[in-house]
């Protein structure tokens, strides 16, 4: 398939418009002025036969000399030729002087249908000039006793109408060229907006997102280009961020990959090796493992979340959920020396999955614990009002620096990387909480707690619960 330009597309378009328009001012001026000259040659000629076969009918009867004492006054009437016939078609007056025809017979198709008593007229445009034809009956006592017969041959109004024809021919050829050469400008202005949005585009699909494309104007073409700019700056920051989780998840998921690969192939290279040694080793690659674990479940929790994918909502009661997750942490927090309590102010319906919720509080208590210091204490209270539920964790700990708090829930980020692997996090714990959070149209906060330490706040739509009428 012929593939055709666009900007040809538009200057064709352009420059069709136009040919008609310009076809139809050369036409229909010239058909109404002739149309118009027409008429008023029918009434004038009409008008002057008319008044000769008047003067002709009270003769009784009509010869060479009577006719031509009666039409003394036809040579006034600026009448190119005027004819006079008998019953018989033979010419009795001829107002031309050379080449007269008197006393000859003329059976013009005219004069015929005047001689049976018909009034006829014909006008025609040719030759450069407006040909009339006219012959009327002239009628004594009901018998026709002759024919007057009239012809016009006028230039001057003919010339007329061709300078106007050849004014218009000027005119439209001035306004053809005129409008050939703006629609090419305009079509080439149009196209070349389109070239650089277009070429912005391919640019991006060959993957250079930072590519923007700048059209100018104040149009709908320049609405398209900042709709396109606005999707390169969400797809480059998308990119951006895409490419830092693999560069981020690579790298986490080689480390302990490559601990377990140091510490089986000590165990293979050494035959020497003690089975205290070995159990330590093998010790080590169940760590390593289960670390491995961890990071490959909070991946695939997080694709899960980012594709739309996490369990349906359903009315899931926080408080048993908050108690049972303060309870399996209980027995960690007494091995760390951490002082973990629970304080149920009032309960709330959310809407999420049971799993949902688990984590969202088994992560915030988990870390408290984590990033403490013997003898600190973790608190979980579970609040909020008519609207909102919250759900705050706050601790005693290490605390948060105020330059890294921007970036807590970032996936992948730690505050401290060395201390955060000694601990066995991911990294990805937060970024599951605030993830899930914003899914279910709540927020989570992380700020300072004054005397130091960290208090997370997690803030959700209350639901209505089982039983309660309001909607």
Do not use: W
Not at 51 to 72: C, D, R
Not at 238 to 259: I, Q, Y
Not at 420 to 433: E, F, H, K, P
């Amino acid at each position: 398939m012929i593939r055709v330009n666009l900007q040809v597309k538009f200057g064709i378009s352009y420059i069709a418009i136009i040919i008609a328009v310009l076809v139809l001012m050369n036409t229909y001026p010239l058909t109404a002025s002739e149309d118009l000259v027409f008429r008023s040659k029918e009434a004038t000629l009409k008008s002057s036969v008319s008044v000769m076969a008047t003067e002709l009918t009270g003769l009784g009867e009509l010869n060479e000399e009577n006719v031509a004492s009666a039409l003394t006054v036809a040579e006034e009437t600026g009448i190119s030729r005027i004819l006079v016939t008998d019953p018989a078609g033979r010419i009795l007056y001829d107002s031309r002087e050379t080449d007269s025809a008197l006393g000859r017979y003329v059976f013009y198709t005219e004069i015929v249908q005047a001689l049976h008593g018909n009034d006829v007229f014909h006008v025609a445009f040719s030759e450069g000039a407006f040909q009339s034809r006219c012959a009327s009956p002239v009628i004594y006592r009901s018998q026709t006793i002759g024919a007057v017969y009239a012809y016009e041959y006028d230039t001057e109004q003919a010339t007329l109408l061709r300078n106007l024809q050849n004014t218009l021919l000027r005119i439209s050829e001035a306004v053809l060229i005129f409008v050939v050469l703006l629609s090419l400008l305009l079509s080439r202005v149009l196209t070349r907006r389109f070239g650089i949005l277009a070429g912005a585009i391919r640019e991006m699909r060959e993957g250079d997102y930072g590519r923007r494309a700048s059209v100018g104007g104040n149009d709908e073409i320049t609405d398209v280009a900042e709709e396109f700019n606005s999707l390169a700056d969400r797809l480059q920051t998308t990119e951006e961020v895409r490419r830092r989780f693999v560069a981020d998840a690579s790298h986490e998921l080689k480390t302990p990959l490559a601990g377990i690969r140091l510490l089986s192939d000590s165990i293979l290279q050494n035959e020497d090796i003690d089975k205290a040694t070995v159990r330590e080793f093998v010790g080590d690659i169940e760590q390593e493992s289960e670390r491995l674990t961890r990071i490959t479940e909070d991946l695939l929790r997080l694709t899960r979340l980012d594709s739309d994918a996490a369990d349906a909502a359903e009315p899931v009661e926080l408080s048993p959920v908050v108690e049972r997750a303060v309870h399996m942490l209980r027995l960690v927090a007494q091995e760390r020396g951490v002082a973990l309590s629970c304080e149920i102010e009032r309960g709330g319906v959310v809407l999420a999955s049971g799993d949902e919720a688990h984590q969202i509080v088994y992560n915030l208590t988990e870390n408290g614990i984590k990033y403490n210091r013997r003898g600190g204490f973790v608190r979980v209270r579970l609040g909020g009002d008519e609207s909102t539920v919250v759900l705050t964790v706050e601790d005693d700990g290490i605390g948060i620096p105020p330059d890294d708090l921007p970036r807590i829930f970032d996936r992948f980020y730690r505050v401290d990387k060395m201390r955060s692997r000694a601990y066995g996090g991911t990294g990805l714990g937060l970024a599951i909480v605030s993830d899930t959070v914003r899914r279910r149209g709540g927020s989570v906060e992380a700020a300072a707690r004054a005397g130091g330490g960290s208090v997370f706040t997690v803030r959700l739509p209350r639901a209505a619960e089982k039983g309660d009428e309001r909607t």
